[in-house]
C-alpha cells in the first residue's frame, strides 16, 4: 500500500501520530488502522522522506518542494490510503 503526504513537522513527530493518534485525529487514526492491518497481513510498511534542506528558492520566497508535489505524486499514483482530491482509497 502507499501514503503519500507531507509535513512540518519532525518526521518523528508525525510517525508518533500514527503510532498513537488522538481520538479527533482522523487522518492519524486512518493511518495507524491501515498499517496495523498491513502489518497483519505480513507486508511490509516502507517510508520514504524528501528532506527540506531549506534550500530551494524563487526570488525572496522559500519553496516547499514536498508540499509542491504532494498533490501531482497523489494524483499520479492515486494511492489507496489517500483520502482526497477525488481519490475514494
Do not use: C
Not at 500500500?1 to 518523528?12: I, P
Not at 510517525?15 to 482522523?26: H, I, K, M, S
Amino acid at each position: 500500500m502507499v501514503y503519500v503526504g507531507k509535513t512540518a513537522k519532525a518526521l518523528k513527530s508525525r510517525l508518533y501520530g500514527y503510532q498513537n493518534p488522538g481520538a479527533t485525529q482522523f487522518t492519524n487514526v486512518r493511518g495507524n488502522a491501515a498499517i496495523l492491518k498491513a502489518l497483519l497481513e505480513g507486508h511490509d510498511v516502507q517510508v520514504f522522506a524528501l528532506p527540506d534542506n531549506g534550500l530551494l528558492r524563487y526570488g525572496g520566497f522559500r519553496l516547499d518542494l514536498a508540499a509542491g508535489l504532494e498533490d501531482s505524486i497523489i494524483n499520479e499514483l492515486k494511492p489507496p490510503w489517500n483520502k482526497r482530491l477525488g481519490n475514494d482509497g
